[in-house]
Every structure is written in structure tokens, then in C-alpha cells.
């Protein structure tokens, strides 16, 4: 039978994380679910824009690839999950860019005012490592298998 980990493609994700533990924890749990992604990490909306948009030190697209998917925290300094949500799905170079919220919220109005703004996916963090792997496990699975992503730009 085969794995998630094994039928996956390596795709490229972008985490917008401002705690160092949870930047830490997510890195840890993607390699530990043996899915093969490409995690880049920025620490805060406004710093995942410039990523986006190739500006500044994220001007080499070798250096800053395109996304295939962005994990978005909600609660982080400068432009919160909201702002990035709303910024994204504004840019037509942009908005095709699957994001989900992963985020500590386990709020109703945290997960409307997040679809309302274009999230594809509101997650709440799992409070149990193993279910944080299983998480990354289904995540490979659904975003690099069985979802066909808009091409890459350039």
C-alpha cells in the first residue's frame, strides 16, 4: 500500500509564522510526516508580501519560489493572517496562491472572517505532536496529490 509521503510530489510551501517555537514545531512535523516539501518561512505578513512579490532580499525567485501553498498564521505583529488574506486575494498575480490558516483558534468568527477573505482552508493547530505530523501527512497528501495547483509564474 502505498503512503502519503510516498505518492506526493515535492512541492514548495510558504509559512508565515512569527513565534520561533512554532516555526520550529512546523518544520520538525513536516520532515517527521516524510512528505517532500520545500518550507520557506517568513515572520510576518508584511515580510510574506515582499516574498510574494519578489522585493528585497526575496528577489531571486531561485532563492524565493513561488508557493505552491501558504500556511498563514493569524495573530502575528506589523499585518496579521487577515491583512495577508486580504493583500492576497487583491493581486490577480496572487490570489490563485492556496492558503491555509493554521492557526491556535478554535473560534467560529476567526474561521468566517477567514473564508470571507479568501482562506481555502482554516486549521486550527493541533495541541498533540502526532497529530500535528498526521496533519502535515494529510495536508501532503490532499495539496500534492489529488489537488490540481494553477501553474507556476514566473
Keep these: ?17 512569527d513565534s520561533p517555537d512554532q516555526q520550529m514545531l512546523t518544520r520538525r512535523a513536516l520532515e517527521d510526516s516524510g512528505v517532500s516539501a520545500s518550507l520557506h518561512v517568513v515572520d510576518d505578513g ?3 508580501l515582499r516574498y510574494l512579490r519578489r ?7 531561485a532563492a524565493s519560489p ?3 501553498i501558504i500556511l498563514l498564521d493569524l495573530n502575528m505583529p506589523r499585518m496579521d493572517g487577515y ?8 493581486d490577480p498575480a496572487l490570489a490563485a496562491i492556496p492558503v491555509t490558516v493554521l492557526t491556535t483558534s478554535n473560534r467560529d468568527a476567526d474561521a468566517m472572517e477567514c473564508y470571507a477573505s479568501g482562506a481555502n482552508a482554516f486549521v486550527p493547530k493541533p495541541a498533540e505532536y502526532e497529530k500535528f505530523v498526521q496533519l502535515f501527512q494529510a495536508l501532503g497528501l490532499f495539496w500534492a496529490r489529488f489537488v ?7
Excluded: H, N
Aim: charged share 20%; net charge neutral; proline share 16%.
Design 1 to 17: 500500500m502505498t503512503t502519503a509521503a510516498q505518492s506526493t510530489r515535492p512541492y514548495t510551501i510558504l509559512l508565515v509564522e
Design 46 to 48: 508584511v515580510e510574506a
Design 55 to 61: 522585493e528585497g532580499p526575496f528577489a531571486d525567485p
Design 66 to 68: 513561488r508557493p505552491d
Design 83 to 90: 491583512a495577508v488574506l486580504r493583500s492576497l486575494k487583491a
Design 148 to 154: 490540481k495547483l494553477p501553474p507556476a509564474q514566473p
